[in-house]
């Protein structure tokens, strides 16, 4: 089980990945517990912020397909895998085994 950091998910989506993600521990900014993998909205955060505060950590961003600059953005960051939110929901889980077990 891994600790999933959610950084600008709203509790609707929140929802949607604890039912695609039910063997992992997702977590908000407030835990103590250290993250495996941070899952980030592009559209809410500052990419550059979020590739910042986790340098050693994989992160997974979404954004809303037109969302091109956001999308762009993040990759420029550095984030690690960089999807629309349709394919998150569709590849949740396959998503978040690969980028734990790459840094592991």
């Known amino acids: 089980m891994a600790t999933v950091l959610l950084v600008g998910v709203d509790l609707f989506f929140r929802g949607k990945l604890e039912a695609l993600l039910p063997g992992h521990h997702l977590v908000t900014s407030d835990s103590v517990d250290p ?3 941070v899952i980030a909205d ?8 979020v590739a910042d505060a986790f340098p050693t950590v994989p992160i ?20 690690d895998q960089v999807i629309v939110k349709a394919a998150l929901h569709e590849r949740a889980p396959q998503l978040v085994d690969e980028l734990i077990a790459s840094n592991a």
Do not use: K
């Not at 592009?42 to 912020?49: G, L, M, N, Y």
């Not at 997974?60 to 984030?79: C, P, S, V």
């Open 35 to 37: 993250p495996d993998l």
């Open 42 to 49: 592009i559209a809410r955060v500052e990419p550059d912020e």
């Open 60 to 79: 997974l961003g979404f954004a809303n397909h037109a969302d091109t600059h956001g999308l762009r953005r993040a990759h420029e960051a550095g984030f």
